[in-house]
Nanobody, 115 residues
Framework: QVQLVESGGGSVLPGGSLILSCRASGPFIDNANIGWFRRSSGPQRELVAMAWNDGRREYGKFAEGRATISRDNIKMIVSLALTDLKPEDAGDYYC?????????WGQGTHISVSA
């Protein structure tokens, strides 16, 4: 069973930065596409960034220029560096993996952004 364990959430001031980490494990995980989604307002999760297993990186529109995703294929850790955080970035951030035709989600980590 694929497991995704997030860490790194917390409270920051507007303009601050955070690094989220997702440790991935399980069968075929090295072939998985792994990324981050968030739920900040409303019920829908939106893409923050995706590290495709072919080396491509994809970012949600709001994240371009403020997010950097990196992937360590040895340790199977996918990190998400967020900068210039705004109050509207507050919410729950989830690690996501897609492998073998199945989707997996982590439990989520929360970010608060306030003065």
């Amino acid at each position: 069973q694929v497991q995704l364990v997030e860490s790194g959430g917390g409270s920051v001031l507007p303009g601050g930065s955070l690094i989220l980490s997702c440790r991935a494990s399980g069968p075929f995980i090295d072939n998985a596409n792994i990324g981050w989604f968030r739920r900040s307002s409303g019920p829908q999760r939106e893409l923050v960034a995706m590290a495709w297993n072919d080396g491509r990186r994809e970012y949600g529109k709001f994240a371009e220029g403020r997010a950097t995703i990196s992937r360590d294929n040895i340790k199977m850790i996918v990190s998400l560096a967020l900068t210039d955080l705004k109050p509207e970035d507050a919410g729950d951030y989830y690690c996501f993996a897609n492998t073998g035709g199945r989707a997996f989600w982590g439990q989520g980590t929360h970010i608060s952004v306030s003065a």
